[in-house]
């Protein structure tokens, strides 16, 4: 019988890559979208079942909560039924969360959502693992950056699609749509199990390993490094993403409309970084250097943010805003790429996992603490010099890890 474990032939593999990266940065635009739908259809949906608007936040806290378990556990479930099914399950979760949140319903919207941050946990451990199979290594930044696109075309997809139907059709309706296009997916998606998960281990152990991803990552100094920084780096992130729209309104009294216009192009301009860093990495032969350098970029714009004012011409603040973006939304492709580069053979699903949880404490922490910090420090604006700080740490921590232990490093 031949071995089944041996990955394909490299020229196999590279003639099967723009399909499997098409393939990993739909699921993840997919089961973004989904993640992004209540908060999408927040205005419809909180008015229509009697909760205050701010309310929405809650159930996003929720949903990040459930996908770090969830990714912790991931790597366990890539071993045992393969990258292609791990990603049919995360569609499969995040679908029924939606159809559950479509019955209409304030208290379904609980299951519903811990169902779909299930799924959101699931994605990059899996798409990791096989995007690392299939990928050459002078590339692999490049490609982990491109499929990290499909965050902001999952947020493009649920700005454009969802307020629509829900004006024609309902918010239900708006939920509805959602889950029939992850369902599908996760149909087309069959056709990719054969070649993805031939290095399955069916037999793996199902008990007692529970948190080996975070075992894993923490007994690395490369990988306990990098995971430290995405928690930095996360709450820098959505820090920025949360707040920018309230900054440019509240604290520089621009109209809403114009600060939505400035958020979009910042968020385009996240996504363009993404896939600018991942191809500097690679010619760097390095994603450390890389990361330190969107780190500084991330606390140099963190710092300028500060010393914005109504003064300021519009043109400026839309410049510096859109640098924001660039580095502190585009660092997550070099960061996946690294966590698979550095850990042990056959472990990509599991670090990933492991480390994902750390991203998801960023996420939580970081707007958390700067709606905390508003009132004391008197803005919006004045704020994100003390935010900052988080991409000055996530920057000395892994430089310090490189000049320290060596195996961060490029």
């Known amino acids: 019988m031949p071995d089944t474990t041996v990955p394909p032939a490299p020229a196999a593999a590279a003639r099967s890559l723009p399909v499997i990266v098409a393939a990993t940065t739909l699921v993840q635009a997919l089961v973004t979208l989904a993640t992004l739908t209540v908060a999408t259809l927040g ?21 990040y909560l459930c996908g770090a378990v969830s990714a912790v556990l991931a790597g366990g479930v890539v071993t045992r039924h393969g990258a292609g099914r791990t990603s049919q399950f995360a569609l499969l979760f995040a679908g ?33 693992h096989v995007l690392f199979r299939f990928s050459p290594p002078h590339r692999r930044n490049l490609i982990f950056s491109l499929k990290q696109t499909g965050v902001p075309l999952g947020g493009v997809l649920a700005g454009l699609l969802l307020p629509a139907v829900a004006l024609t ?28 998960d031939d290095d399955r281990t069916p037999g793996a152990r199902r008990r007692g390993t529970p948190l080996a991803g975070l075992a ?30 309230t900054l440019l309104v509240e604290g520089l009294d621009r109209s809403l409309v114009l600060a939505g216009m400035v ?7 996240g ?28 606390l140099g714009c ?13 043109g400026a603040i839309a410049a510096l805003l859109t640098l924001f973006g660039i580095s502190a939304i585009g660092w997550n492709g070099v960061f996946l790429a690294e966590v698979a580069r550095l850990c042990p053979p056959g472990q990509v699903g599991m670090a990933t996992g492991g480390s994902l949880f750390f991203t998801f404490g960023g996420v939580a922490v970081g707007p958390a603490l700067f709606s905390a910090l508003v009132p004391v420090l008197g803005g ?12 000055l740490t996530g920057t000395a921590l892994i430089w310090h890890a490189r000049q320290r232990h060596g195996t961060p490093g490029p």
């Open 263 to 269: 958020a979009s192009v910042a968020q385009v301009a």
């Open 43 to 63: 205005p419809e949906m909180t008015r229509a079942l009697g909760v205050p608007p701010e309310s929405v936040g809650y159930q996003m806290s929720l949903v």
């Open 169 to 196: 059709q309902g918010w239900q309706t708006g939920l509805a749509v959602s889950a029939a296009l992850a369902l599908t997916m996760a149909v087309l998606l069959q056709a990719a199990r054969p070649a993805w």
């Open 271 to 298: 996504a363009l970084g993404r896939v600018f860093w991942g191809w500097l990495a690679d010619r760097l032969k390095g994603g450390i250097l890389t990361l330190a350098l969107i780190g500084l970029i991330s």
């Open 216 to 245: 894993l990552v923490w007994r690395h100094p490369g990988l306990r490094a990098v995971s430290l920084m995405t928690f930095c780096f996360a709450a820098v992130q959505l820090s920025l993403t949360t707040f920018m729209v």
């Open 380 to 391: 919006y604006a004045v704020t994100f010099p003390a935010i900052g700080l988080f991409a």
């Open 96 to 128: 029924a969360g939606c159809a559950l949140g479509a019955t209409g319903t304030l208290w379904a919207l609980v299951p519903a959502s811990a169902l779909i941050g299930w799924g959101y946990g699931m994605t990059n451990p899996a798409s990791s």
């Open 302 to 314: 963190a710092v300028a943010t500060g010393f914005m004012t109504p003064a300021w011409p519009t």
